[in-house]
């Protein structure tokens, strides 16, 4: 049999399209997962990347940050979380969040650093507010970068996310340690396949956000 | 008026980028800073808007310490124009002009406005409204940072190499086009460059500064042409200032003499008519009156005369507006040494010797010398 062979008969089988172990309860787990971790992701490192980003200070710091953080393995900080905390949603979210945070915060420093200077000094001797400056003028011209940080650290969730399974949670993690377990490998190339989907999912999304988003005077060119 | 009063600037690391400069800025007049990089000329333009704060002294606006009001009431009651215009890439042209007025909460619909009317005051075509500053030269970008500077009518515009980025077909355009709005809208300008010519051009003052942020001259132009106030001013100003300062006499003074001129069908006693005791060439013209070159009259042959074989009348100078220094060139570039005077409409006015221009130099010199005291003094009353 082959990999073709497995996916087909992993989505043809009904009973994968419903109850609590169907498809669509399993992709709006692992939704909710990767929103929950990016959320958390996002809130720490958006802000931190835009402030040292926008005042220049801090830059060294936080690439040494970001590089022990990539460091660490996300499995056995999850292993770790979940013998110091014990069983609940905090282990899954530490390493998931510890994995997002530093292609957010450093491409969000670099974005705000690559910003023209002439227009942030243009846009102060007109007399705009430090807010204004990093709202209105610097953040507008950052943001598709940004957003590729913020993509990044999606897509890398997604894929991490499926080690929730291995702590008795839910999401497509599921079929996988599952099938691995039950040797069906129907099971895990079906829970595979359906992690590459979402991964090409997120990419459509933010695909779309950026056209929604970034200025048509910044896009051009991308 | 902006007052600045013996102000320093001085670096944590010791650097003293302006040193007790004072200065006085005259209202509703363009009043450039000039000098080598480093003299601390933009270092002393950001001062005004706050920008750089200084280390010592103060700057005082229409009597009153800038440091009176907070700062950003200041800066958008100043425009601000930048090298390479400094456009918001994610704004639109218009929404880069009405920039201040939204700042200043005015409403979109009266900011556009506003915009529009800008676009048009510094000869931007209406239909870049909508466009992205990516979508525009380096000119026209130029031209929207100036429109944004003004886009609240402030009384005050500082201006920071605003035209060195440009070629210097465009930056002419770029100044001819501040020199038309100046005089539409009276500003009070503040302009920084490193060109010593387009100090001159601009300046109703010049303010000369050299390295370690000292003011070496302060001056009108034509008196920094004729009297430079060191060696730094005048290695400053070049080596052909003398020929430069005939830029601010008028040709009008001249005494344009019309008898060595005929026209190309003049008849045999036409030509032999004319007075050839003070010019030894005759000017000769088309029917229109327009000039074809000049000959020596024995070469002239009533009916046969030929254009091409004429000498070279170099480039007429227009004898209402143009100036000595544009008369003088004609006459240099003519073999024969006399300059051909114009009207608006290209005829000829007359013709003028190079030794009567040069008594015009002379004549103007002793009055400039004459007229340059009397400006010292009006400017010790005020």
């Known amino acids: 049999m082959n990999v073709l062979t497995y996916i087909d008969a992993f989505f043809s089988d009904s009973a994968h399209w419903q109850g609590y172990d169907g498809i669509p309860t399993r992709v709006v787990e692992h939704i909710q997962y990767t929103l929950m971790a990016l959320g958390i992701a996002a809130v720490v490192g958006l802000p931190t990347g835009l402030v040292t980003g926008h005042t220049g200070r801090g830059g060294n710091t936080l690439a040494l940050i970001a590089t022990a953080a990539r460091a660490l393995p996300s499995f056995g900080l999850m292993v770790l979380m979940f013998v110091l905390l014990g069983l609940g949603m905090a282990p899954v979210m530490i390493p998931l969040v510890v994995l997002a945070i530093p292609p957010i915060l450093v491409t969000t420093y670099e974005a705000m650093r690559a910003v023209d200077p002439a227009p942030v000094d243009a846009a102060r001797g007109m007399g705009m507010a430090e807010a204004g400056v990093l709202f209105r003028v610097e953040l507008p011209v950052a943001l598709p970068l940004i957003l590729s940080g913020l993509r990044t650290a999606a897509i890398q969730i997604v894929s991490t996310a499926t080690i929730a399974a291995y702590v008795s949670f839910g999401g497509l993690g599921r079929y996988i340690i599952d099938g691995l377990y039950q040797r069906n490998y129907e099971k895990v190339v079906g829970g595979a396949t359906l992690v590459a989907a979402m991964a090409l999912a997120t990419l459509a999304v933010f695909w779309a956000v950026g056209r929604l988003t970034v200025s048509r005077g910044v896009r051009r060119g991308a | 008026m902006i007052r600045i009063e013996s102000v320093t600037k001085r670096y944590p690391d010791g650097t003293v980028a302006v040193d007790r400069l004072s200065l006085e800025i005259p209202d509703r007049s363009i009043t450039v800073l000039v000098g080598p990089s480093g003299c601390g000329k933009t270092t002393t333009l950001r001062m005004i808007n706050r920008m750089i704060e200084p280390s010592e002294g103060t700057i005082l606006l229409d009597g009153v310490d800038i440091l009176r009001q907070p700062v950003n009431t200041l800066r958008r009651s100043m425009g601000y124009v930048i090298q390479n215009a400094g456009l918001f890439q994610h704004r639109t042209i218009l929404d880069n002009i009405a920039t201040v007025p939204r700042l200043l909460g005015w409403g979109k619909e009266k900011s556009r406005a506003r915009a529009r009317e800008l676009m048009e005051r510094v000869g931007l075509d209406g239909s870049l409204a909508k466009r992205y500053p990516y979508q525009l030269s380096g000119g026209q970008q130029q031209r929207v940072g100036v429109a944004r500077a003004l886009a609240a009518d402030p009384p005050v515009l500082l201006m920071d190499e605003p035209f060195s980025a440009v070629d210097p077909v465009v930056r002419k355009g770029l100044q001819d086009e501040l020199l038309r709005i100046q005089d539409e809208l009276g500003k009070t300008i503040v302009f920084v460059t490193h060109d010593i010519d387009e100090a001159v051009k601009l300046g109703t003052m010049v303010a000369v500064m050299r390295t370690g942020g000292k003011l070496a001259q302060f001056a009108p132009p034509a008196e920094l042409l004729s009297s430079p106030a060191d060696a730094f001013v005048e290695d400053f100003l070049g080596a052909d200032r003398g020929i430069r300062r005939l830029s601010f006499f008028p040709s009008a003074g001249l005494e344009l003499l019309t008898s060595p001129v005929v026209a190309v069908d003049a008849t045999a006693e036409q030509i032999a008519a004319r007075d050839t005791t003070d010019a030894p060439y005759l000017l000769v013209t088309d029917l229109d009156g327009k000039p074809l070159g000049w000959s020596e009259p024995q070469d002239l042959t009533a009916g046969e005369i030929e254009p091409d074989q004429l000498l070279p009348y170099g480039r007429p ?66």
Do not use: K, M
Request: aromatic content about 4%; charged content about 20%; some cysteine.
């Open chain 2, 317 to 382: 100078f227009v004898a209402a507006t143009d100036s000595l220094r544009a008369a003088l060139d004609c006459a240099v570039l003519s073999p024969t040494g006399w300059a051909v005077g114009v009207d608006t409409d290209g005829r000829v006015a007359g013709v003028v010797s190079q030794q009567s221009i040069g008594e015009a130099i002379r004549g103007a010199h002793a009055e400039g010398r004459a007229d340059g005291t009397a400006e010292q003094a009006a400017t010790v009353t005020r």
